[in-house]
DNA sequence: TCTAGATCACATCATATCTGTGACATAGCT
DNA sequence: AGCTATGTCACAGATATGATGTGATCTAGA
């Protein structure tokens, strides 16, 4: 079975014909280490999901300082929502990682699919909702919890991460320094 | 002096309100190593100019090896001219191969730039000329020339390429393998 | 059949970047 | 005032990636 209709499926189920349309709406690209999918000042008019590969979602600070918003690992979507969805020019950067294998859906693409197909429109709306209760998850911690708090639980959720990216990113995204977190994990 | 200044003036004089005027056309762009300033399928719709940097404009065959077309280094002119000058999707890539400090100018202002001062279209005819010829050449060394000929003409004309760029990527500027020019130089 | 050059495999080297760590500075808490 | 958590700076060693050279073979064309 396609890893997106897995991946749909856990959480409505569809038939073979259903797959087949919502497929049908997505296009595949290879991208390559060091590449960007999105940059600053574009408006960013698709939205990815990982197939194979590793993305960051990154912004640079007044002080020139690199902070993460988001990893992009396998089975995971990514794009600058705010862009994506205001079709506003993106204040971010996406970029690969590690060499990427990866689906996108345009806009214009997306709208279409979710007034055919209701079941998307759910899809959506449930990846939505769980999207917005990770962010609030990671404000909070960001309020109450220390440094090595933030660490444990990241490494409690996505252990992966830590083998597969450089600690210097997983700084950015905790917002500590680089040699702060080297600290962290003694 | 603009360096962009000097370059024109090779070629035609200006006054400084010329140049004033000319460098209003333009704008600059930093880049950093391996992004793209060209991607096959875009209709390209500027021209870059080297302030500081290397780029190599390339594509890959069917056999998925790639072939050099052009270096880009300082002072230098690089674009895809297919695609900018007949507005056509573009077949090949130009990236960076260091950072880079580039200027640009849309084929838009291009356009309005040489048809309000006939001296840019003199100075662009000329770059034109000697870009054609320059063409011909390699495909004349290209017939003619063995892979040490061609070895030695590129050598000799711009010996500071070698210096900068991997030798596989001279290797595919001249067409032959990485290892016959490692024994080239022998 | 000789030659120029390709392809494949491998070893060595160079470079970039990642990572940990000491020394020290600073801001907020108690 | 002094403690704690964290930041900044500098440096050194570890690692990974890519660049380079070279032998062994293979092939197409003069």
């Not at 995971?76 to 994506?84: A, K, L, M, R």
């Not at 950067?93 to 693409?109: N, S």
């Amino acid at each position: 079975m396609h890893p997106l209709r897995k991946h749909i499926e856990e959480i409505i189920p569809l038939t073979d014909e259903e797959f087949a349309y919502i497929f049908g709406h997505f296009q595949s690209i290879k991208k390559r280490k060091h590449q960007y999918i999105v940059q600053e000042g574009e408006v960013v008019s698709k939205e990815f999901w990982v197939i194979t590969g590793c993305l960051k979602s990154y912004f640079f600070d007044h002080n020139g300082k690199e902070h993460i918003l988001q990893f992009g690992l396998e089975n995971w979507w990514i794009t600058d929502y705010e862009s994506f969805v205001k079709r506003t020019p993106s204040k971010i950067f996406i970029d690969c990682l590690e060499d990427c294998e990866l689906l996108y859906i345009t806009y214009d693409d997306r709208e279409k699919l979710t007034t055919q197909l209701h079941k998307m429109e759910r899809f959506w709306a449930k990846k939505s909702k769980y999207g917005r209760i990770a962010l609030q998850n990671r404000i909070l911690s960001l309020l109450k919890n220390s440094a090595k708090e933030r660490y444990d639980l990241l490494l409690e959720q996505y252990p992966q991460l830590f083998q597969r990216v450089p600690k210097k990113l997983i700084a950015a995204y905790l917002g500590v320094s680089r040699e702060t977190l080297s600290r962290l994990g003694e």
